[in-house]
Every structure is written in C-alpha cells, then in structure tokens.
C-alpha cells in the first residue's frame, strides 16, 4: 500500500482551501500570431468544473464514507508523552509530561476539544482536517514545488519501445485511456481490503493545475470536455495538440508523428524558458505571472492552453543512465521544461527512459500510483505502424510567451534558485538485491515495520542516536481523508536498537525486543490508519484557538516542535514497476527515505543536504544496507535453532 505524503511540517498558515477567480476570461478566437502585444489588466479564468461533481462508479461510495474522528483528547495525550520517552533527556521529559499533564486538566483542553469536535460533527464542512492541512502543509508554502513539494516516480525499462516519442506516444495513450474511464464514469473506485477509499482528490488528477497566489495558492479545474489536450514541453518551450476529434482519440502512431514534428520544431528554436518560473519561490512565481499577464494577451491564451490541458508531457533532453541520474531527470531536469503547478506531468528523456513527476497540495500518492501503474501496464494495439510514413501527424500550437526585460530578469533569478535548490539534494539510489517482501514475509514479520526497524538501526548506528521520525499513514477510508503521522520512534524500537549494541545481550534477547518493536510499530500505524494518530489532532487543537486566546504551555514546550521536527521522513510503496521513487527531506537536518518494497528487493531513495549536520545519502546507504543484513542474518539464527 502506497503511504505517500511527503510534506508534513512546512509553513503553516490559517487560510481558505479553494479561491475562485472573479471575472472569466474568454480567450480570443485569433491566432496567437496575430494577438497584439499590450500591457492589460487580464483577468485569467476561474474553475469552470465544479468540486462538487461527483459522477460514475469511483465516487458511488462517497455518501456513505464516515468523516475523520476526533480521537479522545486524554488517549492521544498519552500517546503523545509516550511519543518523547525515546526522544528526550529525564530533565526534560520530566517538563514536558508535567505540561501536558496540566494541559489536559485545564479547562482550556475541554473548550479546545469541544470546538474541535463541534467542527468535526458540522455537516458544511466533509473533513475537519482538510482545509487547514492543505493550506498549511501546501498551498500556503512558499518555498518553491522543485524540490521540496514534488516527488516522482522512475520507471523500469520498456523494452517495446526503444525510441523516445514512440514511449511518449505509448505513456500518452494510456494516461488518455485512464482519463476516458474517470471521465465517462467506468473507472472503478480504490478499496482497502474491503474498505472503499475516498476518491475526492481523483477531480484535481486531470484537466487541474495549481495556481500561484498571495497569500496562498489555489487550485483552478476546468471542465473536461473541449479541453482534451496535452502539453508538450522541449527545450524551453511548450506545445499543445488535440488528443480527441469527435470523440476519436488519436492512434499511438499519430501521437508519435506529432511528438516528432514538435520535437523538431523545439530543437530548431530557443526561447526564453518562462517554465523555470514555475520553480521559484510561491511569492515571486506570483509576482511573475501577473508580470506575464501584464506583458501581453498571447501570454494569457498560453497560460490558459497549459493550466486547463489534461496533462503534461516533457521531453527532457538528457539521455540519464545511472539510477540517480534518472531520478533526477524524472524528479527536476533542468527545469527549462516543465510546469511545475500540473499535477500530473509525464517525462521521457532522449534515451527512451521515463518517469512520472506530481504535484503534491490536492493529491498524494495512491491516486497517482495507480495511475502510473495502469500507464505503465498498458498494452497499446500492436497493429498500429508507430512511426510509419503513412501516417498523418496531429495538428499542434505553439505556445509562446511574450517576455519583458522584468520577465527576462525573474527567468534568470528563477534559473538560479533552481540551480541552488537541486544542486544541494546529495541523492542516493540503492537497489538492495539481497532479499525483499517474500523473504521478509516468510520470516514472520510486517514488510514495513521491519524496513521502518531497518532504517532506525542504520540511522543509529550512523548518527548516534535515534531522532524524530516520521512515516505517513493513508486516512482515505474517510471522506477527503490524507494522511495521519506515523512515530516510528518508540521505546521499543529504541530498546532494540540499544541491544545490537550491546554485545552482551543474546540473539534470543535480540529478537525478542525487535519482534516488540515491529509489534509496536504496527499498532501505531493501525491506529493512524484509523484516524486516531497525535499529530493532526494536536494541530487540529491548535488551530481552534480563538484570537486573544494564550498559546496553551504544552505547544510552547520545545518538545513539541523538536519531536515533529522530522529528521527522517519516510513513505513506502510496493510496486515491480518503478526503477526509484522519491521526494526531498523536510528539513535540513533531516533526510528524505523512500522505499519500494519489491518481491525480491527493496529499492531505497535518500535525499538530504550535504552540510554541519553530517548527513550524506551514500553513507545513510550503506548504514542501511548494513543493517539490513544483520537483521536478516539475526532473524534466520531462530530459524535455524528451530530446525
């Protein structure tokens, strides 16, 4: 089960999760060739499909889905102060529980709980949780998307094509076969075992796209009829083509036709690259989209053309070849040929290889996994001459921007806080081939707890002690549900950790503690699961204070910004499919752990920043594989005596 929700402690803000653009925009019905450069006052367009459109079988379940509960206060206190035991010195500890202690006796906590839970019983409002988590961890962030809110996926190898735009043409395809299904209403909804999962955030999948503003962004959906296009990114610019014709959609071998006409066309122009602007910083990509606004109407109907198209499609122009180098052209390339605000974005490099990269604020990562899974399994019709010279290429538009010397100059400064940003990821891709799922599985134990036990052990060893860590746990089972933390720090993980330490502790002993840890580990996460974790129902009595209301002592302590501070921020899939996945760290102290728990293998993706704080991906690395030995070496000792 994919557990995918990378950012969890980013600015926090109090502010409305939709806005809505006051005056429509009608794009003109000109060529763009022919539009006058001019300096307007244009008002782009609002959201045209509603969020309330619910249509077909993957929202038939939504009436009945329960809403987020508000855990009992005194239960996720406890948890709380258990939370710090492993964490924190006697001296301090001591403080802190006596705090939270006072907080839950005071009249304060009841008041807090009682508006929290009134909120959670209003009928207006589907998840108490909802529009303070996306504006607090997403859209009110201001830091920019690449690299510290996107996450991607590499894929393996496609061994049918061989050529880039005939994969292009291939993923293209089948992300239009995907989106026909949600459109027309065949597409089935996700379940957990026997639980149906909410599928609100399916409607910011396509035809979606994250707008720029102050003091938080907002999410524009356009309707899907009449707007089946896709953008193509090349070399700095961006084109888009008409995948449908009456409800016909185009052939492969007409989409790969098209896909070379603009390849093509991008290689033998250059153009200032407004797509790097999408990689600044929230505030100055704000700035800078009013400037283009401002700069002329071709930049409008441009601006339009991406934001409403159903997806993007970019043709990086590098030819990766280790792991890491995939990643990082999957993850950011260059970031000339990219808009960094759609959701969805496909990449495919000059050497046929490719990824997915997405956009995090309204989806995490189960609606996308399932996608890219059904993109990557799509079997195309093998009649189809791909590239035949019988065949008739698309139409397409070019999509250009008109840029003023500020437009010029903000692309310059975007460039360099690009370079700066991705160029301080120390990124590691190890593919763990010694043994994966069904070995774990066969040796009794949960796969991620064990790999969550694996990376407290490495993490340890390499630095010394065991620090806050952060695993995401899926609450889709409820309506608009996320994501719920996972604090995988316990004392039972650190007890063992403690024991392979001590080479006087017996191997029996060993295991005896670490099958408590995984014990441990896997109630928290069931809990999490189930809405009854600490974080969110902390954050969700914090956010319920009134003005003039005193801060309650418990959320001054510095425990408590200390123990959400994650050092390691993990999220696990398990998919055959995927050469890497990943995301950033979410602090500079911190690293940044995807795993993709394979049959055989485990693929494990570190990110973190090279700096006074010792971190270093290679190192984590090694540290895990290490581990990852001897805890499978110390589990098969049982065996072995049982036999």
């Known amino acids: 089960m994919l ?43 609002a959201s045209s499909r509603s969020i309330d459109d619910e249509y077909g079988k993957l929202f038939e379940h939504q009436v009945q889905m329960s809403r987020l509960p508000v855990p009992e206060l005194s239960v996720t206190l406890a948890k709380y102060a258990e939370s710090l035991e492993p964490l924190l010195s006697a001296d301090r500890l001591a403080h802190s529980k006596r705090v939270i202690e006072e907080f839950g006796r005071s009249d304060l906590a009841k008041e807090l709980q009682c508006r929290l839970e009134a909120r959670a019983n209003d009928p207006s409002i589907p998840n108490w949780l909802e529009e303070w988590w996306n504006n607090l961890s997403y ?43 949600l459109v027309d209403g065949s597409l089935e909804p996700e379940m957990a075992k026997d639980k149906p999962l909410c599928s609100h955030s399916y409607k910011f999948m396509f035809n979606a796209c994250r707008i720029p503003d102050k003091p938080s962004d907002y999410c524009r959906i356009v309707q899907y009829s009449g707007n089946e296009t896709v953008v193509v990114a090349r070399n700095g610019q961006f084109f888009s083509f008409a995948f449908s014709h009456d409800g016909v959609s185009l052939s492969m071998a007409e989409i790969e036709a098209t896909l070379d006409r603009i390849v093509a066309a991008a290689d033998s122009n250059s153009a200032v690259p407004v797509g790097i602007l999408t990689a600044d910083d929230r505030d100055s990509w ?47 390339g260059d970031g000339r040929s990219r808009w960094a605000d759609k959701p969805c974005q496909f990449v495919v490099t000059d050497n046929a290889r490719a990824g997915f990269c997405g956009e995090h604020s309204m989806m995490d990562g189960t609606p996308t996994l399932r996608l890219v899974e059904y993109v990557i399994r799509y079997k195309h019709n093998k009649q189809e001459k791909a590239g035949s010279s019988a065949v008739c290429a698309a139409a397409f538009v070019p999509l250009p921007f008109v840029t003023s010397p500020a437009v010029a100059n903000a692309v310059k400064k975007a ?83 403690r024991a392979l330490a001590d080479s006087s502790t ?53 425990a408590y910004s200390y123990s959400s501070h994650w050092y390691l921020s993990t999220s696990q899939i398990s998919s055959e499919n995927f050469t890497s996945y990943g995301w950033s760290e979410v602090t500079p102290k911190g690293y940044g752990i995807a795993y993709n728990i394979r049959k055989d293998s485990l693929i494990i993706h570190t990110t973190c920043i090279r700096s006074s704080y010792g971190l270093d991906s290679d190192c984590f690395a090694q540290a895990f594989e290490t581990a990852a030995i001897d805890v499978r070496n110390m589990l098969l000792s049982e065996t072995k005596e049982k036999q």
């Open 286 to 332: 704000a700035d800078n989209r009013k400037a283009l606004l401002q700069a002329s109407s071709v930049n409008a109907v441009t601006l339009d053309a991406i934001e409403s198209s159903a997806f993007l499609l970019s043709l990086e122009k590098s030819s990766p070849v280790t792991r890491e180098e995939l990643s990082r052209a999957i993850w950011h």
């Open 506 to 558: 017996t191997t029996h002993e060993r295991i005896r503690l670490f099958r408590l840890a995984l014990e441990k580990h896997t109630r928290l996460t069931r809990e999490a699961v189930a809405g009854c974790g600490v974080d969110r129902h902390l954050l969700g009595l914090r956010m319920v204070l009134r003005p003039g209301e005193q801060k309650p002592e418990m959320f001054e302590d510095p």
């Open 415 to 497: 460039k360099s806080v690009f370079n700066v940003g991705v160029s301080k990821q120390h990124l590691n891709v190890l593919n763990f081939a010694a043994y994966g799922k069904e070995q774990i599985k066969r040796l009794g134990c949960s796969p991620d707890a064990f790999i969550q036990m694996v990376i407290q052990l490495a993490y340890t060893r390499l630095h010394g002690a065991a620090r806050p860590t952060y695993e995401s746990s899926m609450t889709r089972t409820f309506l608009h549900g996320r994501t719920e933390t996972c604090r995988s720090v316990t004392n039972e993980s650190t007890a063992w950790c």
């Open 139 to 181: 859209m009110g962030y201001r830091d920019p998307l690449i690299p510290y809110v996107s996450y991607h996926y590499s894929f393996n190898d496609d061994p049918e094509c061989v050529r880039p735009n005939q994969r292009a043409a291939k993923i293209i395809c089948a992300a239009i076969s995907f989106r026909r299904m």
């Open 3 to 45: 557990k995918v929700a990378i950012l969890s402690t980013r600015r926090l803000r109090n502010l409305p999760a939709y806005k809505v653009c006051p005056v429509d925009f009608a794009a003109p019905s000109s060529p763009l060739s022919s539009l006058s450069v001019s300096q307007p006052t244009i008002k782009m367009p």
